[in-house]
């Protein structure tokens, strides 16, 4: 990796450790204070972590390309539809599926997920207790998920366990060869997963994703199965897992911040906001590779045709250039041009969904239950890659009160 600069300093980033995933944000500023590219600790490869430079590499696909042989990271066959395509193709996909996901859908969802977060709360608010994870950042993304794909609420534990073998092999983070392998393994049964289910929609089609995806069509032809698999691959992973990881992610810093929980419960009008912040500072999707296409340079550092990249949206969410004092987390944030969901024509295809869920879960969390605390002796646990809080016990009511919680 070579660099016009005979005295940059370089700054290494592990991206797979747990302690990392915890607290990414000072590891961040660190690496942006001491180069404008960083690199990976176990695999050496380059990690772009500047808020203009990771913008302008999601905005030019030509260059840092989502096309590359990476299938076998991810289990899959083929690329996934449409995040492993670029354009143009890929905005012919985007241009199909965006009408099943644009705002006005996603605002027809909203009273059932509302209810559906109700009905969760109601299971639990008279314990004092839960672990949050379990019993209500999983459950309430996932059935929503469900519900838009068309599959039985009773496949949500399998759905559950065929992701997780994609994104959270049950591996250290460091064999890679060998999550690789069980990967590929998950892949094969998400495949059969939904071969069968496509063949249950052109049996008998309903007003679902999957139905959809069976009459939609792309220059006057209807999508080929294959094409049909790489979109449901795609969207078991994204669906089941980003948004209860924002979730999980921002409780947790609510609950280790009480004036900021208190803030949002005396003034419910500032959630909008505050989950864009929340967005912006948790950031679970911590960076995305790309290839590089055409030799470039980047902040003094060529990077060669061909090779693998790591845009650190995580970083480029903290970047004191963009938003002044990035690590100060501000709900009155003026102008918040966060890259959460991305950039570009690869920006998240479920960024409505997304934001919907993740409003209706906070605002009737924190109206039914507005104090809330980490359960007393107990650590949250964060895993890397996609930041989820795997484990987040909290206490509200008498035993907060008698444990002590803040």
Request: some cysteine; glycine content about 6%.
């Amino acid at each position: 990796m070579a660099t016009d600069d005979p005295n940059a300093q370089t700054a290494e980033i592990n991206l797979f450790s747990f302690d990392f995933a915890a607290a990414p944000q000072p590891v961040y500023r660190e690496a942006m204070s001491r180069c404008p590219v960083a690199h990976s600790a176990i695999v050496g490869l380059p990690i772009i972590c500047r808020y203009e430079d990771v913008v302008w590499a999601l905005r030019h696909p030509e260059i840092f390309s989502s096309e590359m042989d990476m299938q076998i990271a991810l289990g899959t066959q083929r690329p996934m539809i449409p995040q492993q395509i670029d354009p143009p193709l890929q905005t012919k996909f985007r241009k199909i599926l965006d009408l099943r996901f644009n705002r006005q859908r996603m605002a027809e969802l909203e009273p059932r997920v509302r209810a559906h977060a109700n009905e969760l709360i109601d299971k639990i608010i008279d314990q004092d207790e839960c672990e949050y994870d379990r019993d209500f950042a999983i459950p309430l993304p996932c059935t929503a998920f469900l519900g838009l794909m068309g599959l039985p609420i009773e496949d949500l534990p399998l759905c559950l366990e065929l992701k997780d073998g994609v994104i959270r092999p049950g591996v250290s983070p460091e064999e890679i060869f060998r999550a690789a392998a069980m990967r590929q393994e998950t892949g094969k049964r998400i495949y059969a997963y939904f071969e069968r289910i496509i063949d249950e929609r052109l049996a008998n089609p309903g007003d679902d994703i999957v139905s959809y995806l069976t009459t939609a069509e792309i220059d006057g032809r209807k999508l080929t199965r294959n094409e049909m698999l790489d979109v449901c691959y795609l969207f078991l992973l994204g669906g089941l897992d980003t948004v209860t990881a924002t979730l999980g992610c921002s409780t947790a810093y609510l609950a280790a911040n009480p004036a900021q929980r208190r803030k949002l419960v005396e003034r419910p009008e500032l959630m909008p906001a505050a989950i864009e912040e929340l967005l912006r500072w948790e950031t679970p999707v911590m960076g995305v590779p790309r290839v590089v296409k055409q030799k470039v340079t980047v902040g003094g550092v060529e990077l060669p045709e061909g090779m693998i990249v790591t845009l650190m949206v995580g970083a480029a969410n903290v970047d004191d250039g963009e938003f002044g004092d990035g690590q100060k987390i501000d709900f009155d944030r003026p102008v918040n041009r966060h890259v959460a969901f991305g950039a570009g024509p690869h920006r998240c295809l479920g960024s409505h969904l997304a934001r919907m869920e993740l409003r209706v879960g906070l605002e009737e969390w924190h109206r039914r239950i507005p104090d809330y605390a980490i359960k007393p002796g107990e650590n949250p646990f964060y895993t890397p890659g996609i930041r989820e809080v795997r484990y987040l016990p909290l206490v509200w009511g008498e035993k907060m009160a008698a444990q002590g919680a803040a």
